[in-house]
């Protein structure tokens, strides 16, 4: 009974294996369901499924690009608020308008060069300069409250789901690897298929090893 493993594909091994299992326990033969070869060979077929069945990252990309787009138009509303406001001289407290302004200026948003880490840390340090006694006063007197309470709370927003994508993907990474996992697999069922072939004299065993023969044919050999 041989099986070219090499030419299976994830879902031919699967497939193969399900089928042999399925097989066994339809049968008749106590010492096949039963036998230590059997019950490793479900254990490595479960394992490999999960494996290979799981996700490799945690799915939050979108909701994380779009938190992430929601700091950058916060963080845009400032600004742009600010920018028109400074070329205006004779506007009411325009040098809080320029104080304010500035922080946003040394610390400028490129947002097709910065990473989301890169991205945290500069509106992190907007939202701390902005937060002195002397700025918050200069946001009082511009009517800038509401919109600097958004961005900090967009900003915390953000943070909060790319910490838990970054957990969820660390976690998802340290499971067991389905290559690893394929070599498991693999040997279990070349062992019981081996087993069945050894027993092939018995009588009882020859229907069975007459059905996992065909399997094994119909599977990429």
Request: proline content about 0%; glycine content about 4%; hydrophobic content about 35%.
């Amino acid at each position: 009974m041989k099986v070219n493993y090499r030419k299976l594909s994830t879902k031919d091994l699967a497939a193969l294996t399900e089928r042999v299992i399925e097989c066994v326990e339809k049968s008749n033969i106590d010492e096949a369901k039963t036998h230590l070869f059997m019950n490793k060979l479900k254990i490595s077929y479960q394992k490999y499924y999960d494996v290979v069945s799981k996700k490799t990252f945690s799915g939050k990309g979108n909701t994380v690009a779009q938190a992430n787009r929601e700091r950058e138009k916060a963080f845009s509303d400032m600004k742009i608020f600010l920018s028109g406001y400074v070329r205006v001289s004779s506007a009411p407290n325009v040098n809080d308008a320029i104080a304010l302004y500035n922080h946003f200026q040394i610390n400028k948003l490129k947002k097709e060069q910065l990473s989301y880490g890169e991205q945290t840390i500069r509106i992190g340090k907007i939202i701390e300069a902005l937060s002195s006694d002397e700025n918050q006063k200069y946001i009082k007197n511009l009517s800038l409250e509401i919109a600097f309470e958004n961005l900090k709370t967009k900003q915390e927003a953000f943070k909060l789901l790319y910490n838990e994508q970054a957990q969820e993907n660390a976690e998802l990474r340290k499971q067991t690897s389905a290559t690893k996992q394929r070599k498991e697999l693999e040997g279990d069922l070349r062992r019981f298929l081996s087993l069945v072939t050894l027993m092939f004299d018995a009588g009882e065993w020859i229907s069975l090893y007459n059905n996992l023969n065909e399997f094994a044919k119909a599977a990429k050999s």
